[in-house]
């Protein structure tokens, strides 16, 4: 093996973890083969030597060779010690190459066009480099620091009894948000989105059930204490009220909150969103996963959300973002007694509530208990299950759901 893509891939055939350690992106890479196999096991969320190897067997010339495959799965002159150093030749050469055709690209026509993009080059492979990964000694010293100064890039939820339960959310996290119709996911998501918007985040809502407008005048009746009902139709506001109108216009505009009415959406669309701009922490909520289409095909439902819930952890994790994805809960729900909503019944939704760092249910029991006397601002108890939640507590939040101005406290 005199190419070091083909030493690289190899460690990674040989000691698949090292698949994690990866550091460079696909592009940088001459080799079709090893571009091709890379790909895969980004498409795969993992390195799967054995469906490389199956399909490596099917398309003949596109991936590593089955016979190249085992020969490196063997080869024991190949060691994890070296797999920094051979992520650095790699990135050298892919530096050289690229700066040798952007001056190449200026000498043959040396016009303003070239010269930028010649400078843009220069900055860029200036910037990239592969970082030695903390020894222990380090990772130890940054444990004792976190201690005394908390470094994490946590996003408020702005719900302070959730926030009490789970800290708020952190970028490369896949959050659910389940609940059966009518629970007021909708809302909860717009009020989380309005909240991270106030920090100073990047939030984007994706709506593939509701039209931008609809959502838009939701935003509205929240940020102004409106009643919704006041924005579907003309002289329904009094003049306070068209001035809180008008002023919660002005604060939409400021806040970095965008509305996206899309009839399809896939993992492939989303990070094309996330991808655009990385000067904040930027927040994804789709409503709702259902409602998704993979960016392959597939035989079953079950198989097509499997894969977009993988591919939206991946996602999370490569562009260091926060994804809240609405669920919609089965019918099996309104079957029980007790109807508060379980993990379980994410089941038909994929592979959710494997991907899923934190799962969290909504349930309004005045939804099923109509004889409760109604309250005089249309103030509901909304229950938010926290089921799961990798890095700390579970339990049941209570919030209040004021629906008329959408807004959750």
Do not use: W
Request: with cysteine; hydrophobic share 35%; net charge negative.
């Amino acid at each position: 093996m005199n190419n070091c893509e083909h030493v690289l891939i190899a460690s990674i055939i040989r000691f698949p973890d090292l698949y994690e350690k990866l550091e460079l992106q696909t592009h940088m890479f001459q080799m079709d083969d090893v571009r091709n196999t890379l790909e895969l096991f980004n498409e795969l969320g993992k390195a799967d030597i054995e469906e490389l190897y199956r399909r490596s067997k099917i398309e003949a010339n596109k991936y590593i060779t089955p016979q190249q495959i085992v020969e490196y799965s063997n080869d024991k002159l190949i060691f994890k010690t070296h797999f920094t150093n051979n992520q650095i030749e790699v990135l050298e050469n892919y530096k050289t190459n690229k700066l040798a055709h952007a001056t190449n690209l200026y000498s043959n026509a040396p016009n303003r066009a070239n010269k930028e993009y010649l400078e843009q080059v220069i900055q860029e492979v200036n910037s990239l480099q592969i970082q030695p990964k903390n020894t222990k000694q380090g990772v130890l010293l940054e444990i004792l620091e976190e201690l005394t100064i908390d470094k994490r890039n946590v996003v408020k939820t702005g719900l302070s009894n959730l926030d009490k339960k789970i800290d708020g959310f952190e970028p490369t996290q896949l959050n659910i948000v389940g609940a059966r119709p009518s629970m007021g996911k909708t809302a909860f998501a717009l009020a989380l989105g309005i909240n991270m918007a106030k920090q100073g985040n990047k939030v984007h809502f994706v709506s593939i059930e509701t039209s931008e407008k609809k959502v838009a005048k939701r935003v509205l009746s929240n940020l102004s204490g409106v009643p919704l009902e006041k924005f579907k139709s003309a002289n329904r506001m009094t003049t306070e009220e068209m001035d809180k109108a008008s002023d919660a216009v002005d604060v939409f505009m400021d806040l970095d909150l965008t509305t996206y009415d899309v009839d399809k959406f896939t993992p492939n669309a989303a990070r094309n969103i996330l991808s655009k701009d990385k000067s904040k922490t930027n927040v994804l909520i789709i409503d709702y996963i259902q409602l998704m289409q993979s960016d392959r095909e597939f035989n079953t439902e079950r198989e097509r959300l499997e894969d977009i819930s993988r591919q939206l952890k991946i996602l999370a994790k490569s562009t260091k973002s926060i994804i809240i994805v609405l669920a919609q809960l089965n019918r099996s729900v309104e079957q029980r007694q007790d109807k508060r909503p379980m993990m379980s019944d994410l089941k038909s939704a994929g592979g959710l509530e494997q991907d899923a760092d934190v799962v969290m249910m909504l349930y309004r029991d005045d939804y099923y208990n109509k004889e409760q006397e109604e309250s005089e601002f249309g103030k509901s108890i909304v229950e938010c299950i926290v089921a799961k939640n990798k890095d700390g507590e579970t339990g049941i939040v209570e919030t209040q759901f004021y629906k008329p101005v959408q807004r959750f406290f």
